[in-house]
């Protein structure tokens, strides 16, 4: 894929990440319109359903200290390969340019 011409890859990678956090929480905002307000469910093109699940999951933690051999047998190993931006000049990166969030 292609990457401007005019900007560095790193400069445009943190600039996405960025637009990416600030549609992320716009998300979330336009959720929890749509869980306490049931009229805005219905729009031009879509009609929202909220739907709620009871789902099962296991605590880890929990899992390790009450049987931690057991917790290292059902462990799976992988790598993760990831980008990590820093800010040229800064003395550490951002939180919010690390990008440490396991995606490549």
């Known amino acids: 894929m292609a990457h401007e011409e005019q900007s560095p890859v790193p400069d445009e990678l943190a600039r996405v ?10 998300e979330q905002q336009l959720r929890r319109v749509l869980i306490t307000d049931p009229e ?16 099962r999951h296991i605590p880890l ?4 200290e009450a049987d931690p051999d057991l ?12 980008i990590r931006l820093s800010r040229i000049g800064a003395a ?8 440490a969030n396991g995606e490549a």
Not at 40 to 55: C, F, L, N, P, S
């Open 92 to 99: 550490e990166p951002h939180a919010d340019e690390d990008g």
């Open 17 to 26: 990440r960025a637009q990416i956090a600030r549609l992320r929480e716009r």
């Open 71 to 82: 917790f290292m047998r059902l462990v799976k190993h992988r790598t993760v390969v990831q």
């Open 40 to 55: 805005t469910r219905i729009g031009g093109e879509y009609v929202a359903r909220v739907v709620k699940q009871d789902m």
């Open 61 to 64: 933690v929990e899992l390790r």
